[in-house]
């Protein structure tokens, strides 16, 4: 089991570039990942930040504090030895998409939905030719397999770092088609995370949420929002 804290071993932290990426480096040492990988970064703003992470530990390092360092880990040692495994998945969250699942009853929560869901999935179509369809109730809809091979091929267009984003939102929210309107910066991590507690927070509003529901909540929009700057500070040339 990988610790989640450590005592600070390193006095220094810079970075440097490399003809491959930029490293991130502790006493002139480069930072591996948990599986002792280089942690090889695509620009200097990432590195930049990743550095600003471990920089700003004292004498305790708090691993799961550095949420940066944590997907840019996520990416090198889980996501780019297994893209068709990761795509595979995203594919399967793209056939029972949350925002293609609507409710029947009652009206005020059916209104709600089409105005918060149908615009990203005309978004999606719009911009990739990828029509889901939705349908009512909780019955299984088979997507038309020509639509899953394009948004498979959307997914596979991506770099292992963006699809890493796309993937943790995806898993935060039940949503692949919220994700990548994210990853495209056609929807902010507050809408997205609120679309994609929807009904929670119809539920909320009207019947009252325990302690756990409200944490759980905070906690998926804390989580995409830290996937947007990630996927942000990927959008760099230097």
């Known amino acids: 089991m990988i ?4 005592s600070r071993f390193y006095k220094s932290v810079d970075t440097d570039r490399t003809e491959d990426g930029y490293l991130v480096r ?8 948990p599986m002792e990988t280089p942690l090889l970064l695509p620009n200097k703003r990432l590195a930049a930040v990743i550095a600003k992470e471990w ?11 550095m949420a940066m360092t944590g997907f840019a880990n996520t990416a090198i040692d889980r996501v780019a030895p297994r893209r068709k495994e990761v795509i595979d998945g995203l594919i399967a969250y793209a056939e029972t ?10 009206a005020e929560l059916v209104n709600l939905q089409a105005r918060a869901w149908q615009p990203h999935l005309d978004w999606l179509e719009g911009t990739y030719g990828a029509k889901l369809l939705t ?3 909780i019955i299984h809809l088979k997507q038309n397999p020509a639509t899953l091979d394009v948004i498979r091929r959307v997914l596979a267009s991506r770099n292992d770092f963006t699809l890493t984003g796309v993937y943790i939102m995806t898993a ?9 309107a994210v990853a495209d910066g056609a929807l902010d991590a507050k809408r997205a995370a609120a ?6 927070i119809f539920q909320a509003k009207h019947w009252g949420e325990d302690e756990e529901a409200i944490s759980r909540r905070k906690r998926i929009a804390r989580e995409v929002a830290l996937v947007e700057k990630f ?3 990927l959008f760099s040339e230097t």
């Open 3 to 6: 610790p989640q804290s450590i």
């Open 26 to 33: 502790l006493d002139g040492r480069p930072l591996r990942t």
């Open 55 to 65: 920089n700003e530990q004292e004498e305790t390092v708090n691993l799961l504090s």
């Open 97 to 106: 998409d949350l925002v293609c699942y609507r409710a029947k009853e009652p």
């Open 135 to 137: 349908t009512t109730g």
């Open 172 to 180: 935060a929210m039940g949503s692949l088609v919220l994700s990548l």
């Open 195 to 200: 679309a994609g507690q929807l009904d929670v």
């Open 231 to 233: 996927l942000g500070l």
